[in-house]
């Protein structure tokens, strides 16, 4: 195995740690446990499951830090290609991305400390606790939708670099192109036309494999790099 495929698979490792951890608060946490306009049996849900919830919250901050790795083994793998792309990659995936997702976090703890009914919160009643947990709830998607720029703006460089190197297929880049535009039209669609979210999802969630494509080719295959003699004849 040559050094920049050993690269390769590492960036590939973290990646696929990443998409394993990444969708637990995305995805299976809401399907579970928030109920689409109950706020009462949303709260009910998430003060019995509590360590579930909790687990949606741990596995954000660890998407948090997954996310560097990524960003930092894939620069290893590019910076030779153009190393002002690979700063902009990383700057976007990673140092933009990062501190979103902490500071989203306590969003959730929010939503837990009223959906446990704390001592201290006394002052409100139970329908207030049940409204202030969608309220954390609602600001935590809206979290969501902010770092969604970042996750598609940083796949501009990324894919800019698979298109300038030798040592991966073209056409990855590319489908991440389409990939970054998904992104950046489902925040744009989630700040600005929020009743049609979930539809424009529906239609952009096939662009979206552009990143699994990406990760599953570097993870199986490496990255090959070409010879001399390849390149003259």
């Known amino acids: 195995m040559t050094p920049l495929s050993k690269n390769a698979r590492i960036a590939g490792f973290f990646y696929l740690l990443l998409a394993i951890v990444g969708p637990v608060r995305l995805m299976y946490i809401p399907t579970k446990l928030f109920v ?31 996310g560097i790795a990524v960003g930092l083994t894939l620069y290893r793998l590019f910076k030779d290609v153009d190393k002002n792309l690979a700063i902009l990659m990383i700057i976007l995936g990673a140092l933009m991305v990062t501190p979103i997702y902490f500071i989203n976090t306590l969003n959730d703890a929010g939503a837990l400390t009223f959906a446990s009914g704390a001592n201290f919160l006394s002052a409100f009643d139970k329908p207030q606790h049940d409204d202030m947990v969608m309220l954390f709830l609602r600001l935590h998607h809206y979290g969501v939708v902010v770092n969604e720029i970042f996750w598609g703006l940083w796949l501009f ?43 424009l999802s529906n239609y952009a969630f096939p662009f979206q494999f552009g990143e699994v494509a990406f990760m599953l080719w570097i993870l199986i295959l490496g990255a090959k790099e070409k010879t001399t003699s390849a390149l003259v004849s």
């Open 36 to 66: 689409t306009g109950d706020a009462t049996a949303t709260a009910a849900n998430i003060a019995t499951h509590e360590w579930l919830f909790r687990m949606g919250i741990a596995s954000d901050l660890l998407t948090a830090l997954l």
């Open 157 to 199: 460089p990324l894919a800019a670099l698979i298109i300038k190197s030798r040592f991966l297929p073209k056409f990855l880049g590319w489908w991440l192109v389409l990939n970054g535009f998904a992104y950046l039209a489902l925040s744009y669609t989630g700040l600005m036309l929020p009743q049609y979210e979930d539809t």
